[in-house]
């Protein structure tokens, strides 16, 4: 039943969110509206959608997300000076990261944060789902990556999507 | 305006135009279209973002009131950048004669080789 | 009784038609009921039209063209009414006997009382313009007529020769008739001929002779146009006996008569008919000696007697017109009972050729006297009817005043037309009914029945009558006629049989006996059956018409041949012509006293630098399709950028929208088509390409310069003040868009909404082949479609929230109805046709139908209130808890708006996502 | 600035002019594409465009042609879009259609005469 | 209120909405009854706008009771509602004659047709420039999906040259918008006439070059030479019912012609007064004469018709370049009876082409036509009335025009007027020969389709039209003299539409 | 100095956008292109809200979120054409 009718929570509440953000008030017609719609979007999305995410444990998630942006704004820099500088020191190569990560919302959370942490792009997942194919712009030890890459996200992501 | 506030816009707007000029370097200057993908898949996101919370921060004190509205592009950018980069990685592979190879096959020590050309069914 | 007489043929053709189950006899009976009840009628009148009045009947029918349904009969109608009903009749009755058991009687009665019913009508009319109204009538019944075989090769060519040439001439009498009425200001008859002199004064008088002789000469078969009568002999015998003897042919003479008083008179008309005529009559009276047909030999003997009629009335003076008549009504009688007799010839020995045929009189002895008695009228023999009219027309021809050369040219070509006439007579008599019995009939000849003899006889009888005792017979009836062609000019005369010893008898003496000699002599020296005539005019014709056949189909293959590329080029081609026209004065004079332009910051010039490179980038890769599409894109994104930047944020949110679905289609497209367009090798044809782009291009910048620098004076005003009071709007696109507007809007939609149809309707049952099928199964995008799951609600949300603010804020029903449409596109690229519809299920057509009906709805509120159709109007609603809601009826259309756009955009990508493939095995099939 | 616009009209004009005279179906649409913007920028144009100046209405300030730029040819250019949308769709699937059906993305249908020549050759 | 005016656009529109809505779920016969029951609606509007504008000249109908020049303004003349009457008479026949079988094969046909209809009378009607514009682009894209659904092959190939040479006339007419917006600031027609009558000189030259661009559109759309080459093969692959229909869409293109150049560049304009009638003339008179050769050199029967369609908007060029009332009169009588006759030709030519087997229309090659007096008969009528020969409404059409030529043109334009009917004359009668007379005792293999009730009904009715228009002729005549004569009026429409106030709110100053 | 900071902001990536379509128009994978679209598309955004704050106004807000949203749901589209041809299977 609640199945039914709130199909997702979590959207539910970003739509909320993003009316009220939107409408840029807070008066009762527009949180009646913004209600309206959180409980009607998520429901025409479900017509689209196979299984929505369900969250775990989200204290980890804050967690991550400060970890991230200070990740972001950090290893721009860095990219930063790889491509203002001479690109023959750039040693680029793909590497291989093996996913101990089953929950497919997980491994998009994961292949996204690597996208946008620098120097690393992820470019293909495996068909089995068990291997993440990352691009790295200079990466001297690729098993170091791999580790950082799986202590540093993988793990927090494993609490928040079981 | 207090001057903070001005300062703490025009770094974010320096910094912001900075990321987003680097993006186009790096499409510009490197030579290989994966090195070339680095620099607007954040970049140019970061930069984006950085001008967008300037934005803000610029409206918000200029009296014309809050626009927080501005950080649902960001929002979106963030949530977007990534598919992008990876659906653009996925064309790109697609078009490569020498693929990274699969770890999972590998040339084992049976000695058969199996070339991810093959149409192989299917997983699941 | 006029009105009945003009009915009654018409009438009972439609009944004869529509007897689909009537006897041979019943089709016969109703059409021999024609001439029974028309020549009843006729004889009521004749009290009164020999009393020389005129009867009239008149009804409006349309006064605007001057053409009125006016029907008068005077001596001339009411003789030549009678000859049309009169030899129609006989020419019912032989034709129900002619007829064989194959041909359709219900066919050919119909076609001949429509004929009929033409011809009357053109006798009978009182209005020029009727009259040239039935004159094209008999043109097309007679095309049916000539047809009536119309298995054989010959008479179909005959029937559109006829067809041509006559329905020319009749064009050229419509126009000669327009002429006349607008010199006289009317087409009445009676005001026509009483305008003789205004007429002849005009200086549209020689174009209106001239058009209206057109029509005469065509008809009445006149050289040069004679050569259509010879092959309208492919008609059925009573076909030519009516046509081609009493009706038809004289319908142009009779015309000739008619007008007489308000054409004839000057030297253009006496010249120009008068050698007309001669010619006609010494050419067709020497082809006709050289005839093996019977009919052929008949059809050029009319030639030749249309040309001494046409003569007669060239030489103009009131005797050669009396002349002219009375020979009309003698050709008539001899001419129809020989065409008869030929056909009992034919229908007896099965064939016309006069070389198989001999010595019939032994065989057919009566039909052999009829025939040879009207004959000996032919050939204008004492004491039958020719002889008469052809002593009148020598004494014409010696007594031409004025025109000296005339006379002599004149009186020497009736000599030599008197000698031929001798001889073809001769021949037509001598080698039918006389010599070597037939050689190598099928048939042994016998008398034909009775009944279709009688006709002959009748006709044969009255040659006689007529010629022995013309006063009591004809007098009265030629008096009648003369008064009503002449008028009070008509002339005192006096028919007899003998005038006394004079040089028109000597003439006629003169011609029998180098007639004869002729004859013979020809026979002797020439090898007569030898001898093929060959129809110059026919081949001329037939040159000139498959000439024109050629032309028109090569021409018209050359022209249009098809090629876009020459479609479109000529178009540009008018319109730089048409928009550059006025700039011929100078493009400088254009862009003379423009005012001050704005100055462009850098960035706004870096923006022009985008599109520009963007543009021409994109010509220059268009071969390679994928990388114009990736191009053209930021060629989309550049003009958007370009309408942001000059106020104009709904155009760019719109102009995004439309080229991101745009893109997805031909994306789409792509996968069906080559990836490449094939290089062409017109290098000439490029530079040529090069060169008009550059020029319209060019042009329409100067126009665009122009234009924005000259003055503007708009009612733009006057929206963006009343946008707000009255239409309850801040943002004034969107106002204009659903209430100033609102009407391009619904038409908008509309268009939007049936494009999708179409789309729908082209690919629906197609199969298509992939230009290219990569191996595998679909690709899985497992992390791409995760994340957009996001997406998807908060695209709805903004949707949502840029279709309820549009009004005030850029945004609005179709902006918010395509980013509703854009995630669900992504989901379809993402999941694959098969997983949306399966879960999403909507009908997108009916949604387009819904919508549609909801824009209509949102503006048929008005009415209600007494109001036009979408005038908008206002509601505060005030609810409780959540405070005031401004609703505006707009509201309700643009809901119609969104939807249909919703849902056409929908409809398009989905059928264009699931196009069913056709495999390389099934088009080896 | 009207010289930037101008001369983009005639660009786009003359670009998409010259493709719309192309032989094969995709080129023509591409052409007519780029022309649609060049006519949509005609349009817009007509409104004496100027910077900065949406016609969105604002309490406080006077509503006239002087603070707020000409609503009308945005309202002629947005639907003057749309209908090009449709019609290109409706161009594009056309395309696809006779590619299908007669087997060439020749606009007249066929190969010309010269190039079928070139290929038997 | 009388909402009378826009009625012909809202009655087939909501027509064709609820036949979409009913296409999936039932039967063909259930669209038809629906179908049926929208063009008995049409046909009572059109009647009664007919009946109106006789009484009272104009209508006027502000849409959203703006006043004339902010909002967009119906404007019903004679001519208007002549124009909105004849397409009705057309599509009846027309519906009738798809109601045999194609509806069915041809997806979304009864929507289509609807909407192709509300296309049209929204051309007619509107009174403004850029609504004209979106009108024709819905008749357009409606006309797109009606010569398309069902289409294989070679129509889809004349479909492509269709639609892309509409879309590019399409571009141009926006062009034009442009440039007269820009330059008169106003899309009310009227209110540009009045515009233009005082434009300073300095102007119009750029007012003369829209106003050319325009008349390129309306040409092509009228397909005038050189821009008719894309007509015949259009018309000649379309499918009979829709080609019929088609026969009044080059008629939209004169409409725009007419409406426009005598309204906004008539004898009020100055010095652009009259602008098109000079280019128009000659124009004309040569697609007459090309179109004539293309009758005569036509391989197919609905070629030869598609290029007689195409003579008939020469002919109409030229009536309507005389632009004087009585040429402006004859025309407009001309142009109903040629868009019945030729649409009938079209009818025929189906039927003819149906039952030939494979030959099809040809006129090349011997083939049997069973059953072939009736077809014959109605091909007689059609061929006598199209060439204009007497007595059937060509002629009457014809001998009006002549009529109206003024001397000085008189030699050359009677000329070409009475040899293109010579022309068609020697055409027809060789189709017509081809088709019928030639032997009837080929073998045939299989029984002949029979002939189609609805089918028959279909032509006998648009022969009827034409026989009608020939018996009445004089009342319609005096219509059309009336509907000319309003027409070169303009003062009055500028009257008109100035003292047309809208009901509640405040009229422009 | 806010608004020479915003002009100069413009300018700067202004030049982010020639050179973003120096590689579309350069390639030469088509990756690289719909890389170099997307980076306009991007690059726009930012212009965008610059322009907005040179002006003051909030009203090309929805333009830039659009933007956004498209200059993304072009990349799919292009991405999976390249990926597969056939971009809705
Ligand atoms: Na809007
Ligand atoms: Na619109």
């Known amino acids: 039943m609640k199945r039914r009718m709130l199909p997702s929570i979590p959207q539910s509440l970003t739509v909320f969110a993003f009316w009220l953000l939107m409408a840029q008030e807070v008066s009762p017609a527009s949180i009646a509206m913004a209600l309206l719609l959180a409980w009607l979007m998520p429901l025409l999305a479900a017509r689209l959608e196979r299984e929505f995410a369900q969250l775990g444990r989200l204290g980890g998630g804050v967690r991550l997300t400060g970890r991230l942006l200070f990740d972001i704004v950090l290893a721009n820099i860095t990219v930063a000076r790889q491509v203002l500088g001479p690109e023959s020191r750039l040693q680029s190569q793909f590497v291989w990261v093996p996913l101990d990560l089953t929950n497919i919302h997980g491994i998009s959370a994961l292949a996204s944060i690597c996208t946008l942490t620098p120097g690393t792009v992820s470019a293909e997942l495996s068909e089995d789902r068990r291997w993440l194919l990352l691009h790295c712009l200079s990466v001297r030890d690729p098993d170091a990556l791999v580790i950082q890459i799986k202590t540093r996200y993988e793990t927090p992501l494993r609490e928040i999507f079981p | 305006m207090s001057t903070v506030v001005e300062l703490v816009v025009v770094a974010l707007l320096v910094i912001g135009c900075f990321f987003t000029l680097l993006g186009g370097i790096a499409m510009v200057k490197l030579s290989d279209f994966f090195r070339r993908l680095h620099g607007p898949a954040k970049s140019s996101t970061l930069g984006v973002g950085c001008i967008l919370i300037a934005s803000i921060v610029y409206h918000w004190v200029n009296g014309s009131g809050v626009h927080p509205r501005e950080l649902l592009i960001t929002v979106f950018l963030f949530l977007t950048a990534p598919i992008s980069a990876h659906l653009m990685s996925r064309a790109a592979l697609s078009l490569m004669d020498d693929r990274p190879p699969h770890p999972d096959r590998t040339p084992d020590p049976d000695g058969a080789t199996v070339d991810r050309d093959d149409p192989a069914p299917p997983e699941h | 009784m006029l009105e009945l007489l003009i009915a009654l043929p018409f009438v009972l053709a439609l009944a004869v038609a529509l007897s689909a189950n009537a006897s041979r006899r019943t089709s016969a009976v109703l059409a021999g009921l024609v001439p029974l009840i028309g020549l009843g009628l006729l004889a009521a009148m004749a009290g009164d039209v020999f009393d020389g009045e005129i009867l009239r009947a008149s009804y409006s029918w349309i006064p605007e063209a001057g053409l009125d349904f006016s029907l008068r009969v005077d001596g001339l109608a009411w003789t030549f009414a009678l000859l049309v009903l009169g030899i129609g009749g006989l020419v019912v009755l032989y034709g129900h006997y002619y007829l064989s058991a194959k041909d359709s009687p219900r066919r050919f009665f119909t076609y001949l009382l429509l004929f009929m019913g033409a011809m009357l009508g053109m006798v009978i009319a009182g209005n020029l313009l009727l009259l040239a109204v039935f004159w094209e009538l008999t043109s097309i019944s007679s095309f049916l007529l000539i047809g009536f075989w119309s298995h054989r090769q010959d008479a179909r060519q005959g029937a559109r020769m006829a067809l041509t040439i006559t329905g020319m001439g009749g064009l050229a009498l419509l126009g000669g008739v327009l002429l006349i009425g607008r010199i006289v200001g009317s087409y009445d008859l009676d005001v026509v001929l009483a305008s003789g002199d205004l007429i002849r004064a005009s200086h549209l008088y020689p174009w209106a002779l001239a058009l209206v002789l057109l029509g005469i000469f065509t008809k009445s078969a006149q050289f040069p146009f004679h050569f259509w009568l010879p092959h309208a002999m492919a008609a059925p015998t009573p076909v030519s006996a009516y046509l081609h003897s009493a009706t038809m042919v004289k319908a142009g003479v009779f015309l000739l008569a008619r007008l007489h008083p308000a054409l004839a008179g000057t030297d253009l008309f006496f010249y120009v008919v008068t050698s007309v005529g001669a010619t006609t009559l010494l050419v067709g009276a020497w082809f006709a000696i050289f005839q093996h047909d019977l009919k052929g030999l008949l059809a050029y003997s009319t030639i030749s007697h249309l040309g001494l009629i046409t003569l007669l009335f060239g030489l103009s003076t009131e005797m050669a017109v009396v002349a002219g008549l009375f020979h009309i009504l003698n050709h008539a009688t001899f001419k129809a009972s020989l065409f008869m007799a030929a056909g009992i010839i034919d229908h007896e020995c099965g064939t016309r050729d006069m070389r198989r045929l001999g010595n019939l009189r032994r065989y057919m002895p009566m039909t052999s006297v009829l025939a040879i008695v009207a004959s000996l009228a032919m050939a204008g023999i004492p004491l039958l009817n020719g002889f008469l009219s052809k002593e009148m027309f020598f004494a014409e021809a010696l007594e031409i005043g004025g025109h000296g050369t005339m006379r002599i040219i004149i009186s020497i070509a009736a000599l030599l037309a008197g000698i031929f006439g001798i001889a073809y007579s001769l021949r037509f008599v001598h080698d039918t009914f006389f010599g070597n019995g037939p050689r190598a009939l099928d048939v042994v000849p016998h008398e034909p029945p009775r009944w279709m003899r009688i006709p002959v006889g009748v006709l044969a009888i009255l040659c006689v009558v007529v010629g022995m005792v013309p006063a009591l017979t004809i007098g009265p009836m030629l008096r009648t006629m003369v008064g009503g062609t002449l008028g009070p000019a008509a002339p005192e005369f006096s028919l007899s049989v003998w005038h006394g010893l004079n040089l028109p008898l000597m003439m006629s003496v003169a011609s029998l006996v180098f007639g004869v000699a002729l004859y013979f002599g020809l026979r002797r020296l020439l090898d007569f059956h030898a001898v093929i005539t060959r129809s110059i005019g026919r081949n001329v014709f037939h040159v000139n018409v498959e000439a024109l056949f050629a032309l028109a189909r090569r021409f018209t293959a050359r022209v249009a041949n098809g090629s876009l590329q020459r479609s479109l080029f000529l178009m540009i081609v008018v319109g730089v012509v048409l928009a550059g026209a006025p700039m011929l004065g100078g493009t400088w004079s254009l862009l003379a006293g423009l005012g001050p332009s704005q100055p462009l910051s850098a960035v706004g010039w870096g923006l022009w630098a985008l599109l520009l490179a963007a543009t021409i980038g994109t010509v220059l890769v268009h071969r390679k399709r994928l990388t114009a599409l990736i191009v053209i894109g930021a060629v989309g994104l550049a003009v958007s950028l370009v309408f942001v930047y000059l106020s104009a944020p709904d155009l760019a949110l719109t102009q995004l929208l439309v080229e991101m679905v745009t893109i997805a289609l031909m994306m789409m497209a792509l996968n069906y088509l080559p990836k490449e367009s094939k290089v062409s090798r017109r290098r000439l044809h490029k530079l040529r390409d090069v060169g008009l782009a550059v020029v319209a291009g060019g042009g329409l910048a100067v126009l665009a310069y122009a234009m924005m620098l000259s003055p503007a004076d708009t009612i733009s005003s006057e929206l963006l003040v009343r946008a707000l009071p009255e239409a309850y709007g801040r943002n004034v696109v969107n106002v204009t868009l659903v209430d100033f507007r609102g009407f391009d809007t619904f038409g908008e939609i509309a268009v939007f909404g049936v494009a999708a149809l179409v789309v729908h309707a082209l690919l629906r049952w197609a199969r298509l082949r992939p230009d290219e099928v990569i191996p595998g199964p679909p690709a899985q995008l497992p992390i791409a479609a995760d994340l957009t799951q996001l997406l998807f609600p908060l695209a709805l949300t903004v949707s949502i929230y840029l279709f309820l603010r549009g009004h005030n804020a850029p945004g609005g029903g179709f902006i918010a109805g395509l980013v509703f449409a854009v995630p669900v596109l992504v989901k379809y690229v993402l999941q694959g046709a098969r997983a949306v519809e399966a879960t999403f299920g909507f009908d997108y057509i009916r949604g387009i139908a819904i919508g549609l009906l909801l824009a209509v709805l949102g503006g048929v509120g008005s009415w209600w209130f007494g109001l036009p159709y979408m005038t908008s109007g206002h509601l505060d609603l005030e609810l409780p808890l959540i405070g005031m809601l401004p609703l505006a009826s707009a509201l309700v259309f643009d809901t119609g708006v969104y939807v249909v756009v919703f849902a056409g955009t929908l409809l398009m990508l989905s059928t264009m996502g699931t196009v069913k493939h056709r495999q390389a095995r099934e088009e080896a099939r | 600035m009207e010289f930037a616009i101008a001369t983009a009209i005639g660009v786009l004009a003359g670009s998409g002019l010259y493709l719309m005279l192309r032989a094969r179906t995709f080129d023509v649409i591409l052409g007519l594409t780029l022309l649609s913007y060049a006519t949509n920028l005609m349009i817009f144009a007509a409104g004496r465009p100027v910077v900065g100046k949406p016609p969105v209405l604002r309490d406080g300030v006077a509503h006239t042609l002087a603070n707020y730029s000409d609503p009308l040819p945005q309202a002629l250019v947005l639907t003057a879009i749309v209908i090009a949308f449709a019609m290109t769709a409706v161009a594009v699937v056309v395309a696809m259609r006779e590619h299908a059906d007669l087997h060439t993305d020749h606009v007249d249908g066929e190969e010309p005469d010269e190039e079928q020549r070139g290929g038997m050759r | ?509 | 100095m806010i608004d020479i900071a915003i002009v100069a902001g413009m300018h700067l990536v202004g030049l982010a956008m020639v050179l973003a379509l120096w590689r579309l128009l350069r390639g030469p994978t088509a990756p690289d292109r719909i890389l170099a679209l997307d980076t306009l598309y991007i690059s726009a955004i930012a212009q965008l809200i610059l322009f907005g704050m040179l002006l003051d106004t909030e009203v090309y807000f929805e333009a830039a979120l659009i933007i956004a949203m498209l200059g993304f749901v072009g990349t799919v589209v292009l991405s999976k054409y390249v990926i597969r041809r056939d971009i809705v299977e």
């Open chain 5, 1 to 509: 209120m009388n909402h009378l005016p826009v009625l012909p656009v809202l009655v087939p529109l909501v027509t064709g909405a609820i036949l979409l809505l009913l296409e999936r779920r039932h039967r063909s016969s259930v669209l038809r009854l629906w179908a049926w029951v929208g063009m008995a609606a049409l046909l009572a509007v059109a009647v009664s706008l007919v009946v109106q504008v006789q009484r009272q000249d104009m209508l006027v109908y502000l849409l959203g009771d703006w006043p004339a020049r902010l909002g967009i303004t119906l404007m019903v003349d004679r001519l208007s509602a002549l124009m909105v009457l004849t397409t009705t008479l057309l599509a009846i026949p027309c519906l009738l004659y798809a109601c045999a079988g194609w509806d069915k094969r041809a997806l979304h046909f009864h929507a289509l047709f609807q909407m192709q209809l509300a296309g049209l009378n929204g051309a007619f009607l509107t009174g403004d420039l850029f609504n004209l514009f979106v009108f024709f682009e819905v008749m357009l894209i409606a006309s797109y999906g009606l010569l398309l659904s069902g289409a294989r092959g070679a129509r889809i190939k004349a479909g492509m040259h269709y639609v892309v040479f509409n879309i590019a006339a399409s571009v141009v007419f926006l062009l034009a918008l442009g440039l007269l917006y820009g330059m008169l600031g106003t899309l009310n027609m009227t209110e540009m006439a009045a515009r233009i009558a005082v434009a300073p000189p300095e102007r119009t030259l750029l007012i003369q070059a829209g106003a050319g661009l325009l008349l390129l559109v309306f040409c092509a759309k009228a397909a005038l030479l050189p821009l008719y080459l894309w007509l015949p093969e259009a018309y000649a692959r379309a499918p009979a019912a829709v080609a019929a229909l088609f026969t009044v869409m080059t008629k939209v293109g004169l409409y725009a012609v007419l409406r426009v150049f005598t309204l906004m560049f008539g004898e009020n304009a100055g010095p652009l007064a009259n602008l098109a009638w000079d280019w128009l003339l000659p124009a004309g008179a040569a697609t007459i004469v090309l179109a004539a050769l293309g009758v005569i050199g036509a391989p197919r029967l609905r070629i030869g018709v598609a290029y007689l369609v195409l003579l008939s908007a020469g002919t109409l060029f030229v009536a309507f370049s005389l632009a004087n009332a009585g040429a402006i009169s004859a025309g407009l009588y001309y142009l109903a009876h040629s868009v019945f006759v030729s649409a009938a030709l079209f009818l025929l030519a189906d039927i003819i082409q149906r039952h030939r087997g494979c030959n099809g229309d040809y006129l090349m090659p011997i083939a049997s036509m069973p059953n072939k007096t009736l077809p014959a008969a109605l091909f007689l009528i059609a061929a006598v009335s199209i060439a204009g020969l007497p007595p059937l409404s060509g002629f009457v059409g014809k001998l009006q025009l002549l009529n109206a030529v003024p001397e000085a043109q008189m030699g050359w334009i009677w000329t070409v007027i009475l040899g293109s009917s010579l022309m068609t004359i020697i055409g027809l009668s060789r189709s017509g020969t081809r088709l019928f007379w030639r032997v009837d005792t080929a073998p045939v293999d299989m029984p002949p389709p029979p002939l189609r009730r609805s089918e028959i009904a279909a032509t006998v009715l648009l022969l009827a039209y034409g026989i009608a228009m020939t018996l009445f002729a004089g009342p319609v005549l005096r219509y059309t003299d009336a509907a000319a004569a309003q027409l070169l009026d303009v003062d009055t429409y500028i009257q008109v539409l100035r003292d047309t106030a809208p009901l509640i709110r405040e009229p422009s100053p």
